[in-house]
């Protein structure tokens, strides 16, 4: 089965640049995440879907950043404009939500480095 | 406070030995609890969930999970020197959020 594929593997763009993070959630699942992580503050949740729905988008640092869903296949993460600051992994991970419980499987990551 | 602390290490063990890797929460509605595991460069692997008051074991790993103390813990018996990563402990509360720990860095040496 494939699993919560995520692209590009790695970017580097200039400060002021727009970054499109993409991520395919694993078919069925009906959450989808995207973290940041960085040596200083580890793995951040950034916004959750479920059901293609923003639910919780407290974590997104500023204005800059947007997320969206417009299926259950498909979800960007966009910086615009991108500053040094935001160098960082961004991990997309994906949840089937049910009675039984649920687990969180995670994407390789986006490497992010902005310059 | 943080949603869930871990003592981030480093945890050095040797080969063959019990690492004992531990993890508090803050949010007493939290229902699913899970430990991930890290390799560096390698994005977070599960290793094992649990979701009542108790012992769960898989192979050489054993999750224990104490609600009214708010605590979770993960062994790993007969360490190996691939036991070496970082082991991150993550808590679901009801509205499906999944919160991560800074995480524990396990140093295995043969």
């Known amino acids: 089965d494939a699993g919560v594929i995520q692209s590009p593997r790695h970017e580097v763009t200039e400060m002021g640049q727009e970054v499109t993070l993409r991520c395919k959630p694993i078919?069925?699942?009906?959450?989808l995440f995207w973290y940041r992580q960085t040596m200083m503050r580890g793995l951040e949740l950034l916004i959750y879907?479920?059901?293609?729905?923003?639910?919780?988008d407290s974590g997104m640092p500023e204005d800059r950043f947007s997320a969206k869903m417009p299926n259950a296949s498909f979800s960007t993460l966009k910086i615009q404009p991108s500053e040094p600051r935001d160098s960082a992994v961004y991990f997309c991970?994906?949840?089937?939500?049910?009675?039984?419980?649920?687990?969180?499987?995670f994407g390789e990551g986006s490497w992010l480095t902005v310059v | 406070q943080k949603e869930v602390e871990q003592n981030s290490g480093p945890l050095s063990v040797p080969e063959g030995a019990i690492a004992s890797l531990n993890c508090t929460y803050s949010?007493?509605?939290?229902?699913?609890f899970f430990w991930y595991r890290q390799y560096s460069g390698k994005s977070p692997e599960l290793i094992m969930s649990?979701?009542?008051?108790g012992d769960k074991e898989d192979g050489r790993f054993t999750a224990q999970l104490n609600k009214a103390s708010q605590y979770v813990s993960l062994l790993i018996r007969d360490s190996q020197p691939s036991d070496s990563a970082t082991y991150l402990c993550?808590?679901?509360?009801?509205?499906?959020?999944?919160?991560f720990g800074s995480g524990t860095k396990l140093n295995v040496k043969p």
């Open positions: 991970a994906s949840s089937l939500r049910g009675i039984s419980g649920n687990t969180i499987y």
């Open positions: 649990i979701y009542s008051n």
């Open positions: 993550a808590v679901n509360n009801n509205f499906n959020k999944f919160y």
């Open positions: 949010d007493r509605g939290s229902q699913s």
């Open positions: 078919s069925g699942h009906n959450s």
């Open positions: 879907f479920n059901n293609n729905v923003p639910i919780d």
